[in-house]
């Protein structure tokens, strides 16, 4: 069964692809708006031993997620849109093609936590994508809190670690800041979003 997992580089996705690697041919599959690179998603999938593949997702939802951020202030209702359609996207398997070598998906997963405030796929969602999509929406880590998933993370990865403007990844925050900073202006990336530790996998240990 093949699972298609939403992945940006970072530990809780790479995390949530292991513990589902003993059940799933697991792809790792980025989201992108084709604003930013990719490549270091590609890296870290790489260096973690699974196959990633870019899918290209509506550039509309981006300039609606970057607009809605800078007028609420924060970025949070703004992740959320992104994600949400980064997930409805995926399930859909338009993005599926025979140079993948992947012709169809069982499951679509991702990387939130339970402690997560956002991104976060709530019950009806999940079912709607599920009954939408006819695939298995999996969240491997919602059950698992920000200590364990920390421990987890330093016994079985080499985890690069700094400023979220500093670690290259290939996730919605990315795009989104450098759509903020088109549009808006420097000023209005710093207003909205806070400075926080990102994560990158460079490896397995």
């Known amino acids: 069964m093949r699972c298609a997992l939403l992945y940006s580089g970072g530990k ?36 973690a031993g699974f196959d990633h593949v870019t899918v290209e997702l509506d550039l509309d939802v981006a300039h609606d997620a970057a607009e809605r951020i800078h007028d609420d202030g924060y970025p949070r209702n703004g992740i959320q849109q992104v994600h949400e359609h980064a997930v409805e996207t995926v399930a859909s398997g338009d993005w599926l093609t025979d140079a993948d070598g992947i012709d169809t998906v069982a499951a679509v997963a991702d990387g939130t936590r339970r402690d997560d405030r956002v991104p976060t796929v709530d019950r009806p969602l999940a079912q709607s994508v599920e009954d939408r999509f006819d695939v298995d929406y999996l969240a491997p880590l919602a059950g698992i809190g920000r200590g364990a998933i920390d421990a987890m993370a330093a016994d079985k990865l080499i985890v690069e670690s700094g400023p979220s403007a500093e670690v290259p990844k290939a996730d919605y925050e990315v795009e989104l800041r450098a759509l903020l900073r088109e549009r808006y202006g420097e000023g209005a990336v710093a207003d909205v979003f806070p400075e926080h530790t990102q994560s990158r996998v460079k490896g397995l240990r």
């Not at 003993?22 to 790792?28: A, E, N, Q, R, S």
Request: glycine share 6%; with cysteine; hydrophobic share 40%.
């Open 12 to 47: 809780d996705s790479t995390l949530a692809a292991l513990l589902l690697d003993p059940f799933y041919d697991v792809t790792l599959v980025s989201g992108s708006f084709g604003i930013c690179d990719t490549d270091p998603a590609r890296e870290s999938a790489s260096a």
